[in-house]
DNA sequence: AGAACACTTTACCATTTGGTTAAGTATATC
DNA sequence: GATATACTTAACCAAATGGTAAAGTGTTCT
């Protein structure tokens, strides 16, 4: 089972709760982008593009670098594998629990 | 591709991002609860606890039915199943193209 | 009928979100 | 050195969160 602690969930899904947030993950898939690149698709001022940034950074999800005078945003592909592992081993569980459970209520009605 | 809109993403993961709602989550996996048997276990007064299950039934995770004076809350596995099965997709789409894009950056270096 | 129970609703509170505009800072460019 | 770029910061705002306490409603028990 993958270590990921509590805090770090609650920062993950709160991160792509927001489908602005999830529409820049998106965005950065074909690699990194400057912050300015990712502001126009999205009807949003920089100022807020810069907090969702600063909440997938904090989630763990995105990596932000500056150079010179431009900042880059990528992916952080092994906080993202974490987020598939433990999303994948938790659903597996409830599915799993879930069909247990649901055998034994028709075998006991 | 399983379908599943935006808005349905956002309750989601939303109500993912809560410990207390991922607590109740669990403490449904072995079968249905009064509310009043969820409050208890966290150190929060019922109305709290409502609120949270209200999140939850929105986001499509549980479900609800007042039988008497009492009202039973359940999860609800197709929701879950929907849930698992985007996040399962999403994430090897994710990764997929990582892994093309590391392997291109391996032979554009 | 009257009391006990299990929520529900209402009203309230501090904090966080998600957004804005406007002014400030650091880096390139001419 | 002056100017344009590309963020940053600050100040502000409406709405949503996450919580509380207290009063209200509908069921069940005795």
Redesign the interface.
Known sequence: MVKCS?DN??????A????NR?HV?TAL???EKALGDLAPPFKMTIPAVMKHIAILENSGIVRTEKRGRVRYCR?E?DQ??L??EW??DT?????D??RA??LYLEENP
């Open positions: 509590e969930l609650d920062k993950l899904f709160f792509l709760s927001d489908p999830r993950v898939l074909d690699g992916l592909p993202l594998e987020a598939r999303l994948a659903t597996r569980m409830w599915t629990r879930l459970l649901s």
